[in-house]
């Protein structure tokens, strides 16, 4: 999206839903005067005071310019933003509650009830619509920022699949350049490698080149700051993708010294008072699953002892935060002497690397193709393996000893700084698409941009992938 047109798009949006919500306003007292659930109004108390029209426009104008709101119309996963909406309206409305109560107690309260819920739904459809209506626009030149990548690397194939996802298919990706001349000329995956460095002005000119992303690896710092020097005079804008997965960061920090950066590269991941909370977070949320779900368990259990010979449950070692190897427990999805089979399904790929999840392996039971499809044979993990503090709900997935051993790569070892979890940020996104090791930069994200609300954002995804059955086997 180009700045002034992203710009004119966002005041349009907000200026749309405090519009919508000074009229749910007067729409509310309509309902209200139409359905008295409590009581008839007393007279003249179906007046709205003047003073609540810009008052509630300064309201939901600051909660969703604190949360940007207006973004979700344009960027990312609507799942992923709709959270941030719901959130600024709800805290408009705590803060509007707040204001009536100092100053206008005479109002009905069944009068704000109507008012936030109609709000809520309006501006939910609002931004829906101004979503679906940028989406189809998106395509147009004028509406979506042309990107160039600079590097054909693997930091820049990632950073193009991420743009690719965030605007939901809708490519705003022209093409590469990269400082290897033998590149030219091919494609990677779905994009154009279009030239060399020495290309970009010339490209930027002919394609209409809004935006140019460096994702040049480290070696080739002095064409990274030849780059940026060529483009001083350009009029696009200049972004820097760090390729620094060879050294792992986990939420580098800066510090200045009389002008002068240093970034902490191995700092702890998540801090203290954010490790009591993700902990008490979890003990809160999976004694409430286990309140609610223990006949069902038992039911499972029930199930798979009458499928096949065995136990209910199944344990191996995985490894877990910091390496220490810890007990895993999973209902029993195959038959009882499944892993005196793994070599039967474990394969190389022609890249090297070891896939042993089949969609078709033939040691998976009978109900527990359908654990599998619907993921409750995790549910252990919850009584025994996350009160307990071996995991987390949210984190990356524990790994088997034997792959960490003999498939990870250094830089991979970063995603055990961390609790491992039952679902995480490659579960939402790329399950049973390729597996977890193969797809450590999703979980170095999730470990980069920690934070609670993530956790909860991964859990809502969860359970959208999980009642959809995508990549489940």
């Known amino acids: 999206m180009k700045s002034r047109t992203t710009t004119n798009l966002d005041v349009l949006v907000m200026l749309g839903s405090i519009a919508i919500t000074e009229l749910m306003l007067i729409v509310a007292m309509a309902l209200r005067e139409r359905f008295s659930i409590w009581g008839p109004l007393d007279?003249?108390?179906n007046h709205i005071p003047l003073v609540l029209y810009p008052l509630v426009g300064l309201i939901w104008?600051?909660?969703?310019?604190?949360?940007?709101?207006?973004?979700?119309?344009?960027?990312?996963?609507l799942i992923d933003g709709l959270w941030r909406l719901v959130a600024a309206i709800l805290l408009a409305s705590l803060t509007f509650a707040g204001a009536l109560f100092l100053s206008f107690r005479?109002?009905?309260?069944?009068?704000?009830?109507?008012?936030?819920?109609?709000?809520?739904?309006?501006?939910?459809?609002?931004?829906?619509?101004?979503?679906?209506?940028?989406?189809?626009?998106?395509?147009?030149?004028?509406?979506?920022s042309r990107v160039l990548i600079a590097g054909a690397g693997r930091t820049g194939l990632r950073l193009a699949t991420a743009l690719t996802r965030q605007w939901n298919g809708a490519?705003?990706?022209?093409?590469?350049?990269?400082?290897?001349?033998?590149?030219?000329?091919?494609?990677?995956?779905?994009?154009?490698?279009?030239?060399?460095?020495?290309?970009?002005?010339?490209?930027?000119?002919e394609l209409a080149i809004d935006e140019i992303i460096i994702t040049l690896p480290l070696e080739a710092h002095p064409s990274t700051v030849g780059l940026v020097?060529?483009?001083?005079?350009?009029?696009?804008?200049?972004?820097?993708?760090?390729?620094?997965?060879?050294?792992?960061?986990?939420?580098?920090?800066?510090?200045y010294l009389e002008g002068l950066p240093i970034v902490g590269?191995?700092?702890?991941?998540?801090g203290d008072k954010a490790r009591i909370v993700k902990r008490l977070f979890d003990i809160g949320i999976s004694m409430l699953l286990l309140l609610l779900l223990w006949p069902f368990l038992l039911i499972i259990g029930w199930m798979i002892r009458r499928d096949s010979p065995?136990?209910?449950?199944?344990?191996?070692?995985?490894?877990?935060?910091?390496?220490?190897?810890?007990?895993?427990?999973?209902?029993?999805?195959?038959?009882?002497?499944?892993?005196?089979?793994?070599?039967?399904?474990?394969?190389?790929?022609?890249?090297?690397?070891?896939?042993?999840?089949?969609?078709?392996?033939?040691?998976?039971?009978?109900?527990?193709?359908?654990?599998?499809?619907?993921?409750?044979?995790?549910?252990?993990?919850?009584?025994?393996?996350?009160?307990?503090?071996?995991?987390?709900?949210?984190?990356?997935?524990?790994?088997?000893?034997?792959?960490?051993?003999?498939?990870?790569?250094?830089?991979?070892?970063?995603?055990?700084?961390?609790?491992?979890?039952?679902t995480g940020w490659w579960q939402v996104h790329r399950r049973g698409f390729e597996h977890q090791h193969l797809c450590t930069a999703d979980d170095l994200y999730y470990i980069q941009n920690y934070s609670l609300m993530l956790d909860i954002r991964i859990l809502m995804r969860t359970v959208a992938v999980v009642l959809s059955g995508e990549g489940a086997y």
Do not use: C
């Open 265 to 270: 590269l191995r700092v702890p991941a998540i």
């Open 171 to 205: 490519d705003p990706v022209v093409g590469f350049i990269d400082s290897d001349p033998t590149l030219a000329g091919q494609t990677l995956e779905e994009w154009p490698v279009l030239g060399t460095l020495a290309d970009a002005e010339r490209l930027i000119d």
């Open 61 to 77: 104008f600051a909660m969703q310019f604190i949360l940007s709101t207006p973004r979700l119309v344009r960027d990312g996963q």
């Open 310 to 422: 065995g136990p209910a449950l199944y344990r191996a070692e995985r490894v877990g935060e910091n390496g220490r190897i810890f007990q895993m427990y999973k209902f029993r999805t195959m038959v009882q002497d499944a892993d005196l089979h793994w070599d039967s399904v474990a394969v190389r790929r022609p890249d090297g690397k070891l896939n042993f999840k089949q969609p078709d392996d033939p040691r998976i039971t009978r109900v527990g193709q359908w654990l599998r499809r619907t993921s409750l044979d995790e549910l252990p993990q919850l009584l025994l393996n996350v009160l307990k503090g071996d995991m987390s709900l949210v984190g990356p997935r524990p790994e088997l000893p034997m792959v960490v051993r003999e498939e990870y790569e250094p830089w991979q070892w970063s995603r055990f700084t961390v609790p491992q979890g039952m």
């Open 43 to 45: 007279p003249g108390a």
């Open 106 to 144: 005479q109002m009905s309260r069944l009068y704000f009830v109507y008012f936030v819920l109609l709000d809520l739904v309006a501006l939910i459809l609002f931004y829906g619509a101004m979503r679906l209506f940028v989406r189809r626009r998106s395509g147009r030149a004028k509406t979506q």
């Open 229 to 255: 020097r060529q483009l001083q005079a350009t009029p696009v804008h200049i972004r820097l993708v760090p390729d620094f997965l060879d050294f792992a960061i986990m939420r580098a920090n800066v510090h």
